[in-house]
């Protein structure tokens, strides 16, 4: 069955509002003027000033942005376009007749066997646009079918496992690496899910248990910013510096090189935290009530309502704390706690001391 301008635009409408996107969301993202999406949506493709080979590329670019298979989309679309030519060619045709019809003055006395020829060239010519639809529909399929095999052979050509019993070894970082985002949204929310720490760079892992607002930036570019739905998995990579804020920080399952992190603090807490290679520095905003926290060596938690008070020698201050170094010392190590701090984040003695 052949594709519709009005079911192509509600397939594009139903998929963004199925990611919870609003249009404008698209827009900023996409960078595609809103009368075109909104066209598009209506089931409006011909727009004008814009030629058909920007019109396609659009489309693949939003289906692309809906997570629906561009290629599928677009052959919605020739099928849609085909549909509308199809119409117009009989439309002209009937139209061509009557004139043909209107010219000749046919009345009643027409010799019989003209009558036979009309009909007969208007059978031809449907035969003929029927096969040549079909045999468009026909190239369309195979050309999707040797597409699709050749990205499989490619996929089995590059692929190299690792030889059984060696580990693959991470690529040394340098200082002109670029952060290694992760797109994990398709992998099951579980340990086995999760990317392995090579032992070198930052690598963050974060579990959403529920809905929050997330931005994460890694090595200061932005590699996610929006609302995440219960059970995302987001992986980052970077050299120097990965920086998550969440707006509900009980949401937050966070592992950092290879160690799960405790709980970072309540539902609906503001959450700034920064991860380099040897620290994660955590700050918390205010909250309703207190939620005990688990954090793992080296972490600090900073509270953001914290007020600095004169004391002797140095004090922290609300913004980030270095961590102190994990060396042993002579002595049990010591914590200094912010005045008037509601999510208090002390540092663990180590065993033994």
Same mark, same amino acid.
């Given at each position: 069955?052949? @594709?519709?301008? /009005? ?19 698209a827009? +900023?993202?996409l ?7 909104? +066209?598009? #949506? ?15 590329g659009?489309?693949?670019? /939003? ?18 376009? @085909? +549909? ?33 020829? %009309?009909?007969?060239?208007a ?42 019993? #060696?580990? &693959? %070894?991470?690529?040394?970082? =340098?200082?002109?690496?670029a ?6 949204? %398709?992998?099951?929310?579980? %340990? ?5 720490y ?19 930036? &890694? ?7 929006g609302?995440a ?6 992986e /980052? ?13 009980l ?8 160690q ?16 380099? +290679?040897?620290?994660?520095?955590? #700050?918390?905003?205010p ?6 926290l688990?954090?793992?060596?080296? =972490?600090?938690i ?47 003695t180590?065993?033994?001391?």
């Amino acid at each position: 069955m052949l @594709m519709d301008a /009005y079911s192509l635009g509600q397939l594009l409408r139903e998929a963004r509002e199925a990611n919870e996107i609003t249009i404008e969301d698209a827009v +900023a993202r996409l960078k595609i003027r809103q009368p075109i999406l909104e +066209a598009f #949506e209506a089931g409006e493709f011909e727009i004008t000033g814009v030629p058909e080979i920007q019109v396609r590329g659009m489309l693949r670019i /939003y289906g692309r942005f809906l997570e629906l298979d561009e290629e599928d989309v677009l052959l919605l679309y020739d099928q849609m376009r @085909m +549909a509308m030519e199809k119409g117009r060619r009989r439309r002209g045709r009937r139209r061509r007749e009557a004139d043909r019809d209107a010219e000749r003055g046919l009345s009643s006395t027409q010799p019989l066997h003209e009558a036979h020829l %009309a009909e007969r060239r208007a059978s031809t010519c449907g035969s003929l646009m029927r096969l040549l639809l079909l045999l468009l529909v026909s190239t369309a399929a195979i050309a999707i079918i040797v597409y699709v095999t050749v990205e499989l052979a490619g996929i089995e050509i590059w692929a190299s496992p690792t030889p059984a019993g #060696e580990a &693959a %070894a991470p690529p040394p970082p =340098t200082e002109t690496d670029a952060p290694l985002p992760t797109d994990t949204a %398709a992998l099951p929310p579980t %340990a086995s899910g999760r990317a392995q720490y090579g032992g070198s760079g930052i690598l963050v892992s974060v579990l959403l248990t529920q809905r929050s607002w997330l931005q994460v930036h &890694a090595d200061g570019v932005e590699q996610f910013s929006g609302i995440a739905a219960p059970d995302t998995l987001l992986e /980052y990579s970077a050299v120097t510096e990965v920086h998550v804020a969440a707006a509900n920080a009980l949401a937050l399952d966070v592992i950092w090189n290879g160690q799960q992190q405790g709980q970072i603090g309540g539902r609906g807490q503001r959450a700034d935290i920064r991860f380099t +290679a040897s620290e994660a520095i955590v #700050e918390l905003g205010p909250a309703g009530a207190p939620t005990p926290l688990s954090p793992t060596a080296e =972490t600090v938690i900073v509270a953001a309502d914290a007020e600095p008070t004169a004391t002797e020698g140095p004090s922290p201050t609300p913004t980030e704390t270095p961590v102190p170094s994990a060396t042993p010392t002579e002595g049990p190590p010591t914590a200094i706690l912010p005045p008037r701090v509601t999510q208090a984040g002390l540092i663990p003695t180590k065993e033994g001391a």
